[in-house]
């Protein structure tokens, strides 16, 4: 049984992963096997302060022991989730962990800079330690079972992929709520986006990627109106509409943070968060020039 340790409290994530390892409160198909969360760290919050007090007596009673630091942990937990809502406090957060060879999950968005997000890549590498990142979108139900039947629509040619796209300067961009759409679309597509353009209104934009095989892939962030998650896919043999229902998604997420700690193999590869991360800050670059196609280089 790992024994799990999360830091900072700011972000729903913090009850839901630990309701779902610690057995407390979800019903039988949600409970995740192979881990506990035995300590955490409440910690501050530079974007949602008034969040953390709630979320700590929640976390206290499903038997959590909180500490005052989060170095308090280390040697007491197998592996460390970083659970803060701003991404540019995670390179902070996980760097001691890395540094002591503990296995690692950094919640999204993994970081607001290229910069910080390599660091952390470079980190683990160069540490041998096993670390991912993920919105818990990519592990929709409805999306594994499309991932499990796409070789059968004969190739796929293309995506639309949309979601909530609520911004906040402290995640500028499709950073925030956006990023769930991206990981979606980059659930579909893959690796290999060279460039973006943006069109941005108040209600809502439309970023649309050019892959290097010639394939398009586009994100729309809806900020008025119905704001689900869901998109289709273009292939071969038929277009095909893919929900993202989130019912089971913190289930599959918190099993895929176990088979990351146990494998050693990240659940989804450093290519690809980088990737995100370049992605978006592309887009956001388009934005601020009028539309005009950026590469993510």
Same mark, same amino acid.
């Given at each position: 049984m790992l024994r799990l340790g999360i830091i900072d409290m700011d972000s729903s994530h913090s009850i839901e992963f630990t309701r779902r390892f610690n057995r407390c409160g979800v019903d039988a198909d949600q409970i995740v096997d @192979?881990?506990?969360?035995?300590?955490?760290? !409440?910690? #501050?919050? /530079?974007? *949602?302060?008034e969040r953390v007090p709630g979320?700590?007596?929640q976390v206290l009673e499903c038997g959590v022991e909180l500490v005052d630091s989060p170095e308090a942990m280390i040697g007491r937990i197998d592996?460390?989730?970083?659970?803060?809502?701003?991404?540019?406090?995670?390179?902070?957060?996980?760097?001691?962990?890395?540094?002591?060879g503990i296995p690692s999950y950094v919640d999204k968005p993994f970081a607001c800079t290229l910069k910080d997000?390599?660091?952390?890549?470079?980190?683990?590498?160069?540490?041998?330690?096993?670390m991912f990142t993920s919105s818990s979108l990519r592990y929709s139900h409805d999306l594994i079972a499309f991932r499990e039947k796409l070789p059968a629509l004969g190739g796929l040619h293309?995506?639309?992929?949309?979601?909530?796209?609520?911004?906040?300067?402290?995640?500028? @961009?499709?950073?925030?709520?956006?990023?769930? !759409?991206? #990981?979606? /679309?980059? *659930?579909?597509?893959?690796?290999?986006?060279?460039?973006?353009?943006?069109?941005?209104?108040?209600?809502?934009?439309?970023?649309?990627?050019?892959?290097?095989?010639?394939?398009?892939?586009?994100?729309?962030?809806?900020?008025?109106?119905?704001?689900?998650?869901?998109?289709?896919?273009?292939?071969?043999?038929?277009?095909?509409?893919?929900?993202?229902?989130?019912?089971?998604?913190?289930?599959n997420l918190c099993r895929a943070m176990v088979e990351t700690f146990t494998s050693?193999?990240?659940?989804?590869?450093?290519?690809?968060?980088?990737?995100?991360?370049?992605?978006?800050?592309?887009?956001?670059a388009s934005e601020h020039h009028g539309g005009r196609a950026m590469r993510l280089d």
């Amino acid at each position: 049984m790992l024994r799990l340790g999360i830091i900072d409290m700011d972000s729903s994530h913090s009850i839901e992963f630990t309701r779902r390892f610690n057995r407390c409160g979800v019903d039988a198909d949600q409970i995740v096997d @192979g881990a506990t969360v035995v300590l955490g760290y !409440a910690g #501050e919050s /530079l974007m *949602s302060p008034e969040r953390v007090p709630g979320f700590r007596k929640q976390v206290l009673e499903c038997g959590v022991e909180l500490v005052d630091s989060p170095e308090a942990m280390i040697g007491r937990i197998d592996a460390v989730l970083v659970l803060s809502i701003c991404g540019d406090a995670h390179l902070a957060r996980v760097r001691p962990f890395l540094e002591a060879g503990i296995p690692s999950y950094v919640d999204k968005p993994f970081a607001c800079t290229l910069k910080d997000a390599a660091e952390m890549v470079d980190l683990a590498q160069r540490r041998g330690v096993p670390m991912f990142t993920s919105s818990s979108l990519r592990y929709s139900h409805d999306l594994i079972a499309f991932r499990e039947k796409l070789p059968a629509l004969g190739g796929l040619h293309g995506a639309i992929s949309w979601g909530p796209a609520k911004r906040h300067p402290g995640n500028p @961009g499709l950073f925030h709520y956006g990023i769930h !759409a991206v #990981e979606v /679309l980059y *659930s579909l597509m893959g690796t290999g986006c060279e460039e973006v353009s943006a069109t941005w209104s108040e209600d809502a934009e439309v970023v649309t990627g050019r892959w290097s095989d010639g394939r398009l892939g586009t994100v729309r962030g809806i900020r008025r109106g119905c704001t689900g998650y869901g998109g289709a896919v273009f292939c071969e043999a038929g277009i095909v509409p893919v929900p993202a229902c989130s019912q089971y998604a913190y289930r599959n997420l918190c099993r895929a943070m176990v088979e990351t700690f146990t494998s050693g193999k990240p659940a989804v590869p450093h290519e690809t968060s980088l990737e995100i991360v370049r992605f978006i800050l592309a887009a956001l670059a388009s934005e601020h020039h009028g539309g005009r196609a950026m590469r993510l280089d």
